[in-house]
């Protein structure tokens, strides 16, 4: 049984949060959303006023809209978003102060804006925003903030840790600033990821094989018959039975056959493509039932040809063409 009602005043990091709680996605609504600035921090909204307001200011499509939340997994989104835009491409958002031409804001809002519409996903990388301190921390979350509620957003950070301390680092990403998934690194165990799959609406994306030549040292080891990645992919059998889901980050520059022919029919998240040379005439991706991303970031951002809009274009048409065979 779920309850209506959310609070009244809004934070930047509120902002991608549900109004109905328990679902995972919702629609039609921007950030202040059902009320006027001003009002009482914990005033609570019940179904019948929270109608009223919604349509009195027409921040919906209908009424009905908002009585029909659609509680969706991760993976779900992400399949609609993929059908949607009938695209692949995951855009990272990486701003360099040495490559930026103006105000870091400026430059990361125009990001989202030209590329949203060629964008399957968008992956902010938490360290480029951190060199900033806390200003770069402060347009992280008004960045969140910009991305439309139906494209996901995958940050990466790449965390490891003891439960305990992952716990309040799923808390930050998706309690406080409402991510839809995370990339992780899971060497401190199976138990370390567990903290990020406790609900439906998110995901996370094991380092399995990444695309620096640094993966050949520990990822591409054997562990007996096995590869290092594939004990990180056995995670998402061992954690079956808890409600998020667990994807791989595979590298296009370090794939073999013999790597690819083992991994499984998980999400996949595969740098790669763009500045680092990944071919991806070599991803039979289009065997795969799991939705996978293909992330561009430096060739859309910092290309020197054309808008990043039309790069982004491209870097989807391209991505359609390989996926095609």
Not at 57 to 69: D, I, V
Not at 107 to 133: C, D, H, L, M
Not at 194 to 206: H, R, S
Request: contains cysteine; negative net charge; charged residues 20%.
């Amino acid at each position: 049984m779920v309850e209506i009602g959310e609070r009244r005043s809004w934070s930047p990091g509120q902002a991608r949060r549900p109004l109905v709680e328990g679902a995972g996605e919702w629609f039609g609504w921007g950030g202040d959303v059902l009320g006027l600035r001003g009002e009482p921090e914990d005033r609570w909204l019940g179904l019948g006023e929270a109608i009223a307001w919604h349509c009195a200011f027409g921040l919906a499509r209908s009424a009905k809209t908002f009585m029909t939340k659609i509680k969706m997994t991760y993976t779900e989104k992400l399949t609609s978003r993929i059908q949607a835009a009938q695209s692949n491409l995951c855009v990272g958002i990486d701003p360099r102060a040495d490559l930026i031409d103006g105000d870091l804001e400026h430059f990361v809002r125009t990001v989202i804006e030209e590329a949203s519409p060629f964008a399957a996903a968008f992956k902010p990388n938490i360290a480029y925003f951190e060199a900033f301190g806390a200003k770069g921390v402060t347009v992280l979350e008004n960045a969140l903030n910009d991305v439309p509620q139906d494209i996901p957003v995958v940050l990466d950070v790449k965390r490891s840790d003891i439960p305990e301390t992952m716990k309040y680092y799923a808390e930050a990403y998706f309690g406080q600033w409402g991510v839809d998934a995370v990339t992780l690194n899971g060497l401190m165990g199976c138990d370390s990821i567990e903290p990020f799959l406790q609900a439906p609406e998110n995901g996370v994306y094991l380092l399995a094989v990444t695309s620096n030549p640094g993966a050949v040292d520990i990822e591409l080891q054997k562990v007996g018959e096995k590869y290092v990645f594939e004990l990180m992919q056995a995670y998402a059998g061992r954690t079956a039975a808890l409600p998020g889901q667990v994807g791989l980050v595979i590298g296009l520059t370090n794939v073999s056959d013999d790597v690819l022919s083992r991994v499984e029919d998980l999400p996949l998240l595969i740098p790669g493509l763009g500045a680092q040379g990944g071919d991806l005439t070599r991803l039979d991706i289009a065997s795969r039932q799991a939705p996978n991303l293909i992330n561009s970031s430096r060739s859309i951002l910092y290309g020197q040809e054309g808008t990043i809009a039309s790069r982004a274009e491209a870097a989807r048409n391209k991505i359609r063409v390989a996926m095609q065979g």
